[in-house]
DNA sequence: ACGATATGAATGAATG
DNA sequence: CATTCATTCATATCGT
């Protein structure tokens, strides 16, 4: 498995308006995550219990995992309704009106594959803790402890932290080096940049801040 | 009772290969169809009109599928998504160079008549039982047909714009649907379209580059 | 054995 | 939040 896909290069936009005429489509724009960047995300997702960022969290977590590739907000946001979305998804498949029955057997094995591991090349022993959105950085905040919600049913309530502050200089973060790198910032330029971002969700927006 | 009746003779399909052709024993990952499965599929695809069962009905079918072979959830769901996607794709292209069909209200059931043929095995006659996707006691249940047969579109329009008709049907509604955002540049581009503002993300998750 | 095609699976992006 | 669409990846199957 790891279907992974090659190494997408960040350029992104390497395609560019599907040149030819008019009507630029910024096709193939479709934001491909990297390993680390969905490593980040599941971290945040099953081990901070976020579920629904709001809109300060979600630039926060989308400006740390811009070290890893390009990224937008937007990205961030869709990803975890996506993956919220889906984990209930499938267990509104395979759940039938089950009544709650003791025995763990059958239920399961079906839906996703579930982690599909990250396996990075990291010693046996990592434990990279710490990573939580929440730490890193200030003395004072600190990770307001999870809410240990795993199970969900705490979706409402994920507004548990408060500041994240991706300190980047703190050079703590760093636990792995990444294999392949590239990381980099790249600087990626929209060609399209006639519409790129700031009218691509809803066309609206606006000045609200 | 006993839930978990899973006929465990079909496990990979073995059992299921009577049609007396090939595709016997292929324990891999990806599900594979048994000609009956799939054959129900279609029924129920073309027969029903069933697009994009729901939750429910998905469990339904996948009960009843069982019988013929190792079944799940996903595969039901995934099956009608790309069916579905499929045929569109490739009415996309056979309709490329045609008259600008006047997409009329395709409020019918109408699937078109391209297709169905499911060359089943040489059984002489098959004869699946009616309709009893009803498993449970419950009543409500009933022949899955929810042929909601919402066009979508033929459209084909160039890209994926989806139709943005204001049903203007002669009358027995009033509902003006209208969403899509997305500003485009093209020829077409009109009417509907525009704002939908809903203060919660867009200011946040456009970011500033 | 390959290459082409069909199709299952996964997921980003949207819409309602 | 649920549902749906589009795209792309992965693999099975078939043709030559």
Redesign the interface.
Known sequence: MDPQQQPANEDASGGSCKGGS????QSSTRWTPTTDQIRILKELYYNNGVRSP???Q??KI??RLRQYGKI???NV?YWFQNHKARER??K???T?S?VPMQRS??AN???KPEDPLIHSNKSPSINHTGYSLASSSSAGVLPVGQMGNYGYGSGTMEKSFRDCSISSSGGNTNEVSISHGWVGIDPYYSSCS??E??????????E??
């Open positions: 008019f009507l630029c489509r709001s809109a300060e979600i630039q989308s400006a937008e907000g937007k946001f998804q499938k509104r498949f395979t039938s089950d057997s059958v094995a079906s839906w006639f519409f971002k700031r009218k691509s969700l809803h066309g609206a927006l606006d609200e801040q």
